[in-house]
């Protein structure tokens, strides 16, 4: 009988003894076993272009306020380099160039005025990735800087008579954006084995991204030179409060 629960414990301790062997050959084989993780980029450049709805809140000039103003529509095109924060956040530095577009006012009467604007912008944007490492991530965004707007000369014209000229003039003004759209990332990445002993592969995501996005701008004021011929100085008209409705595509490029 003693013999016989000798023989029992003595088989449960080899079973034991066989179960953690085989464990410790499991756990030991899964250190050598490929470790996926994600491999982020760290820095991006990207170029965008876009439409814009020009508005401005105000057109004055010295000689009579005009009651009504309309800007055209234009376009946009520029370029920038960034930075991946993690959890989310990036933050570039962007350059663009802006198209001229048409400024024409009319006050009282028959009174009219017409010059052309053209702007371009410096901003520093920071953004939220609601998906980032995913495929298609949507994303909010908030930018600061300055614009730089050069008013051409024209003209000042009541009852259908050159009424005055005024020169060009250039000026910087305090800048701002809003921002919402989404990313999708165009080519799909891969793995390469980055470890000395390659027991860590690392998934990279794709460095291609196309950007689709709406932005509202604040570009501050801007304003043309003095009227010609005056005794005294006299400026000429002066847009304030200038914003725009935009859609954007662009193309942001990952570097690993």
């Known amino acids: 009988m003693v013999a016989s629960h000798r023989s029992i414990i003595a088989g449960a301790v080899l079973l034991v003894a066989n ?34 709805w020009m508005d401005a809140g105000e057109l004055s000039g010295a000689i009579t306020p005009f009651g009504s103003r309309s800007l055209d529509h234009n376009w946009a095109i520029g370029g920038g380099i960034g930075y991946y924060f993690g959890r989310g956040i990036r933050g570039d530095v962007t350059y663009e160039w802006r198209a001229s577009a048409d400024v024409r006012g009319t006050g009282p009467g028959t009174v009219s005025t017409q010059f052309d604007l053209q702007s371009s912008l410096l901003l520093a944007n920071l ?104 005794t005294f100085a006299t400026p000429g008209p002066r847009l304030d409060d200038i914003t725009a409705h935009e859609i954007r595509v662009g193309l942001r490029w990952d570097i690993r």
């Open 19 to 52: 179960a953690v062997g085989a464990n410790a050959d499991y756990y030991g084989g899964m250190k050598d076993m490929p470790v996926a993780t994600v491999q982020p980029a760290s820095w991006y450049v990207r170029g965008d272009t876009g439409y814009s």
């Open 127 to 230: 953004y939220y990735d609601f998906r980032p490492y995913e495929r298609f991530t949507p994303y909010v965004g908030i930018g600061l800087g300055a614009a730089h707007h050069r008013a051409g000369g024209g003209t000042i014209q009541a009852c259908g008579g050159l009424c005055a000229n005024f020169g060009d003039d250039s000026n910087w003004s305090a800048a701002g954006a809003l921002m919402a759209g989404f990313s999708f990332r165009i080519d799909r990445g891969g793995h390469a084995p980055v470890s000395i002993k390659d027991t860590a592969v690392y998934t990279e995501p794709g460095r291609l991204h196309l950007d689709v996005g709406y932005r509202f701008l604040y570009l501050g004021d801007a304003h043309t030179g003095n009227l010609i011929g005056t």
